[in-house]
T-cell receptor, first 110, second 112 residues
Framework: EDQVTQSPEALRLQEGESSSLNCSYT??????LFWYRQDPGKGPEFLFT???AGEEKEKERLKATLTKKESFLHITAPKPEDSATYLC???????????FGKGTLLTVNP | DTAVSQTPKYLVTQMGNDKSIKCEQN?????MYWYKQDSKKFLKIMFS???????INETVPNRFSPKSPDKAHLNLHINSLELGDSAVYFC???????????FGPGTRLTVT
């Protein structure tokens, strides 16, 4: 069964303090790794899809990278509006089922 | 325009009742999903439909029955509600199976 582990569970940063979130996965035949952002009381918002080791994608202050066993979401000079829960999910095997991690709650203080 | 919409946003009901949650997407996607997010915020797939055909049916009590009248709609009907059904239910859609999914705003179900 596919598994996704995200760390840390919670992360507090000062505005401008860069850091990284980790997503470790075990999957039978990775078809894609997805990053989502979820604000309180809202649905997950799609950020990135990564398909193969070595791939990188960027969007504003966020950069996602992928290796054969984990993915990192790097946040550069975060702002308070980056505060949210960041979810990682993998699509593996032949059943097209997305398996989510439990998320990292990021708080950026002004 | 809202891409994926759900109604109602909040649903409070008593044990034993039957309720439905509606979902509509205007993205022209072929695949739609239902997820359950529990109190620990863990998001888990329940069902997936592709072109009105059921393709994923996780280990969900048969009190839960999805219905897809057309490609743009996927409703969730729940019979004989139990306390443990309290959660936030999200609908999502994707262009095809395996593509990124776009989520609705969620329906918070509270069973008393």
């Amino acid at each position: 069964e596919d598994q996704v582990t995200q760390s840390p569970e919670a992360l507090r940063l000062q505005e401008g303090e860069s850091s990284s979130l980790n997503c470790s996965y075990t999957v039978s035949g990775l078809r894609g790794l997805f990053w989502y952002r979820q604000d309180p009381g809202k649905g997950p918002e799609f950020l990135f899809t990564l398909y193969s080791a070595g791939e990188e994608k960027e969007k504003e202050r966020l950069k996602a990278t992928l290796t054969k066993k984990e993915s990192f979401l790097h946040i550069t000079a975060p702002k308070p509006e980056d505060s949210a829960t960041y979810l990682c999910a993998v699509l593996g095997g032949s059943n097209y089922k997305l398996t989510f991690g439990k998320g990292t709650l990021l708080t950026v203080n002004p | 325009d809202t891409a994926v919409s759900q109604t109602p946003k909040y649903l409070v009901t008593q044990m034993g009742n039957d309720k439905s949650i509606k979902c509509e997407q205007n993205l022209g996607h072929d695949t739609m999903y239902w997820y359950k997010q529990d109190s620990k915020k863990f998001l888990k797939i329940m069902f997936s439909y592709n072109n009105k055909e059921l393709i994923i049916n996780e280990t969900v009590p048969n009190r839960f029955s999805p219905k897809s009248p057309d490609k743009a709609h996927l409703n969730l009907h729940i019979n004989s509600l139990e306390l443990g059904d309290s959660a936030v239910y999200f609908c999502a859609s994707s262009q095809e199976e395996g593509y990124e999914q776009y989520f609705g705003p969620g329906t918070r179900l509270t069973v008393t």
